[in-house]
Nanobody
Framework: QVQLVESGGGLVQAGGSLRLSCAAS????????VGWFRQAPGKEREFVSV????????DYADSVKGRFTISRDNAKNTMYLQMTSLGPEDTAVYYC??????????????WGQGTQVTVSS
């Protein structure tokens, strides 16, 4: 089992920045790729970004490419999502997940509880 806890969400004005964190405990964190998904009200959960086990490979949804940066610190069992140039369309609950390197939610076995990000216009 891997337990994941997100933090860092909140309310920010359009154009602002936030950094989300995902702290892991349980099984060896570095054994898993870790990703971020988000779900806006009334919408399907969507892929945001993923980082490989070593951190050497990253992937981003087109909607966030160039604005968001994913990273991980395996020594601290923590993953991060630096979000810049935020817009109202980024408003959602953000979830971190551990599994394989995938853009599909089925590729992940473990999920956090989510953290709310709200961007005001």
């Amino acid at each position: 089992q891997v337990q994941l806890v997100e933090s860092g969400g909140g309310l920010v004005q359009a154009g602002g920045s936030l950094r989300l964190s995902c702290a892991a405990s349980g099984r060896t964190f570095s054994n898993y790729a870790v990703g971020w998904f988000r779900q806006a009200p009334g919408k399907e959960r969507e892929f945001v970004s993923v980082i490989s086990r070593s951190g050497g490979i990253t992937d981003y949804a087109d909607s966030v490419k160039g604005r968001f940066t994913i990273s991980r610190d395996n020594a601290k069992n923590t993953m991060y999502l630096q979000m810049t140039s935020l817009g109202p369309e980024d408003t959602a609950v953000y979830y971190c997940a551990a599994g394989i390197m995938s853009r599909v939610s089925n590729g992940y076995d473990y999920w956090g509880q989510g953290t709310q990000v709200t961007v005001s216009s």
